[in-house]
């Protein structure tokens, strides 16, 4: 196999609307972004040197378009050389790193573009005159249309229930605990100015906040996005031809599916699926599981739902099964007042979905892109000290969110260490 | 170059109509359409009980035989939604959760209704039982479950009855 290297990111502005563009557009940007930064780092590319690209978007009917990809590949100026989809709910982003990844760490494609992109907020609900109820549907026929979605299942109800599970199991995450996730990455968003939801609130906001799902509240839900996220991946050979001042390794993908059907599941508190991809991708990069949170720099975790984050912790090995809540905790005692960039091991210093929203086939390589540009310490004011040269990427998603995909990255310095 | 900028909106809709086969599943849906049962499967090999039914045990490739099951459970877990989709938000508050049915050892994703519907009072561990609609078209909504002893007070509803068991 080729080493691999991200060495162009481009992420559009997640934004609740964008009225002037539509979702091709939207790639048509993220892709350009991502170009001009691999010029800035040395390279000397435009898209008719990409070989290969790799797709990342989750919905058709966000998008009202059935093979969506298709299109974007015709606006990009892609035509005559493959494109690949990919669709995993909420951990599209993570899985289409994966299998770009996969694209040139095969030699299929040297130089491999990977792109993601969520139009979400088209949908538009008659009945009430807003959009959110009609995204949330498109949403829930992900769901087993014939023994959950009849039942008012949907994406908070699914993600509460893992949740609730946890806490009935170890008596955490707490109301409390899940609002200081709410509250650190809402305000880890401010420095951040991609962002949709910055905003600077206290834990009694979100305590206060309207109830959504026994016990989510709204300040606990990230919010839907529309946004478009790109990476181009090079070979190792690439990047010497090339002559890329600033690369960033990819040194362990993973990913897993657990059972789709959460009453399946012998742990419902538990999702097994960020085990089996944590371990994966951490031995793959060399890294070991129980050490992992001195091992890297930061993480970017998939904070759908802020008690889902808390949950993560522990699946992905910084905390011991049980202690996530008290992490967070500890973490909110240190630097209650925020950035929440300093400390043990910073989580979503961009501010994670709750923070920035979730484009979700976009998310995943947002939250890829953020680490990288972490490593190249050029994440702006919400730039983490790099000391070991390494991040991790999180992605989950899916019915029960059965899907999950974990990214390892590691700059020059991170990769001589390993 | 300064012109303003417009955006156009086009309103549109996408619907499909189905008339699908539940396959090897059908003999769920017709008993508790017909008789009210509530039948999981169990595996030739393993013995594991599967509730939603599969007529093929995913653990040991092999084929599953119909059984029925009790219609009495456990909540294994619960919640209350109190925002959702355009399609339930008229229904809010309601209460869904994962049942173990007694016997079963896959919890099923079902309604829970309550005269009280508070988190206590449908949390973990709660025993609940099987209600049927009297008018039932063999779909996953044509039962509900609610706490044991709510039972009597919601098949005395003349929309709903009791099962066999
Ligand atoms: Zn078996």
Known sequence: ??????????????????????????????????????????????????????????????????????????????????????????????????????????????LCLCIGLEKCNDCYDEQTGV?????????????????????????????????NAHYEEFGNPTEEQMAYVSVKNHGNAMNNPKAQSPMKITVEDVMNSRIICYPFKMLDCCLYSEASAALILASEEKVRELKIEKPVWITGVAAANTDCFIGNREDMGRLYSNIYAAKAAYKMAGLD?????????????????????????????????????????????????????????????????????????????????????????????????????????????????????????????????? | MSEEFLSHEIRDKIAISYKYTMGGQSKFFIELMNNKKLLGTKCTKCGKIWMPPRINCSDCYTPANWVELKQTGTIEVSTIVWYTTSAFIKAIPYGIGFIKLDGAETALLQGIFSENLVPSKIKKGKKVRAVFNKDRVGKMTDFFFVPEDEYENWISKSEYEGGES
């Open chain 1, 1 to 110: 196999m080729q080493k691999v290297a991200i060495i162009g990111i481009g992420i559009t502005p997640f934004k609740a609307r964008y009225l002037d563009k539509t979702y091709f557009e939207l790639a048509y940007d993220a892709t350009k972004l991502a170009l001009e930064d691999a010029n800035k780092n040395g390279a000397d590319i435009s898209h008719k040197n990409i070989q290969s690209t790799v797709y990342g978007i989750y919905n058709e009917l966000f998008e009202r378009q059935f093979m969506p990809d298709i299109f974007t590949n015709s606006y990009l100026g892609m035509n005559n050389k493959p494109g690949t989809r990919i669709a995993t709910g909420g951990a599209t982003g993570g899985y289409t790193v994966r299998m770009a990844y996969a694209e040139v760490a095969s030699g299929l494609s040297d």
């Open chain 1, 131 to 163: 959009t959110t109820p009609e995204v949330l549907n498109a949403i829930a026929y992900s769901a087993d249309m014939t023994y959950e979605y009849p039942m008012g299942m949907m994406a908070a109800s699914s993600y509460v229930s893992m949740v």
């Open chain 1, 289 to 418: 599981y129980n050490r992992i949170k001195s091992l890297i720099d930061l993480a970017e975790l998939h904070d759908a739902f802020s008690g889902q984050e808390v949950i993560s912790y522990e699946e992905l090995g910084f905390v011991p099964f049980g202690e996530g809540g008290s992490w967070i905790e500890k973490t909110f005692e240190k630097s209650g007042e925020g950035p929440w960039i300093e400390g043990e091991l910073p989580c979503c210093p961009s501010g994670g979905l709750i923070g920035c929203g979730h484009a979700v086939g976009a998310t995943g390589i947002m939250s890829t892109g953020e680490a990288a540009l972490q490593l190249r310490g050029e994440a702006g004011k919400h730039q983490v000290t790099i000391e070991k040269g390494r991040a991790i990427s999180h992605s989950i998603g899916g019915p029960g969110a059965a899907y999950a995909a974990v990214i390892v990255m590691a700059n020059e310095e991170g990769l001589k260490q390993t």
